[in-house]
C-alpha cells in the first residue's frame, strides 16, 4: 500500500542543465498534481495532469517548464536550462477525487 | 481566481493546551478544505478535511469549523503534544476545478 513516490529526492543541477523529476501516483489514482514550494512559503499549484493528457496547466511557467503522465510509467516534470530561480522543493500529489495525497518531494538546488 | 489567507504565520503554545490556525478565502465557488502538516524535510500529510455542506467535522484531538457567509475556516487542536510542532497549511478548491490554492502556513510549536 505504497504512498506516492518521487525520485530522486534530492537533486543539484548547474545554470543550464536540465532536471527531471518523477512521480509515481498512488495505486488506482489516476490524477497527478505538481506544486512547487519556495522556502517558508506555501504550496503553489503548477500543473494537473491524467493519463496522457494536460488537464490545467495554468500555474507552469510559460518557458522551460513541461510535463507528462504518459500511459505507462511516472509522470516527469521537465526543467530545461535551470537558472538559481528554480531551486525549490518540487511536490507531487495523486488522487482518484477530490483528497490529494502528496509525495515526499523532490529538492531541487541550482548551482 | 482564489486566495487563502491564513493565520497566524507562527503559533507558540504550552503543551497540553489548545491551538487555532484560522483561514479566510476569497471564492465564494470554493466546496473544499483541507487541511495538511508538514513536518522539516517530508511533504504534506492531510490531517483533516472539510465540504462546504458541513459546518464543523472533527478527529479526535483535531476539529474544523467552517463558516461559508463568511469565508473563513478553522482548525483546532486541543491538548496539544509535542509531535504536533510542524507547518500547517490550509487550502481551497473549487469543486471541478481540483487545483489546491494554498495558505501561507502556520508554524506551530508546543512547548513542553
Known amino acids: 500500500n505504497a504512498g506516492v513516490m518521487q525520485n530522486p529526492r534530492h537533486l543539484v543541477r548547474r545554470r543550464g542543465q536540465e532536471a527531471r523529476l518523477r512521480c509515481s501516483p498512488m495505486k488506482g489514482h489516476s490524477h497527478v498534481y505538481w506544486y512547487r514550494q519556495l522556502p517558508e512559503e506555501g504550496l503553489k499549484f503548477m500543473v494537473y495532469?491524467?493519463?496522457?493528457?494536460?488537464?490545467?496547466e495554468s500555474g507552469m511557467p510559460k518557458e522551460r517548464f513541461s510535463a507528462e503522465f504518459p500511459k505507462e510509467g511516472p509522470s516527469i516534470l521537465r526543467i530545461q536550462q535551470v537558472v538559481r530561480g528554480d531551486s525549490a522543493a518540487y511536490f507531487c500529489a495523486s488522487s482518484k477525487g477530490e483528497t490529494q495525497y502528496f509525495g515526499p518531494g523532490t529538492r531541487l538546488l541550482v548551482l | 481566481g482564489e486566495n487563502v489567507e491564513q493565520h497566524p504565520s507562527t503559533l507558540s503554545v504550552q503543551e497540553g493546551d489548545s491551538a487555532v490556525i484560522k483561514c479566510t478565502y476569497s471564492d465564494s465557488a470554493s466546496n473544499y478544505f483541507p487541511w495538511y502538516k508538514q513536518e522539516l524535510g517530508k511533504g504534506p500529510q492531510l490531517i483533516i478535511d472539510?465540504?462546504?455542506?458541513?459546518g464543523e467535522k472533527k478527529d479526535q484531538r483535531i476539529a474544523v469549523t467552517l463558516n461559508k457567509t463568511a469565508k473563513h475556516f478553522s482548525l483546532h487542536i486541543t491538548e496539544t503534544q509535542p509531535e504536533d510542532s510542524a507547518v500547517y497549511f490550509c487550502?481551497?478548491?473549487?469543486?471541478?476545478?481540483?487545483?489546491?490554492?494554498f495558505g501561507q502556513g502556520t508554524r506551530l510549536t508546543i512547548n513542553p
Open positions: 495532469l491524467q493519463k496522457e493528457n494536460i488537464i490545467d
Open positions: 487550502a481551497a478548491t473549487i469543486q471541478g476545478a481540483q487545483k489546491l490554492v
Open positions: 472539510i465540504r462546504s455542506n458541513v
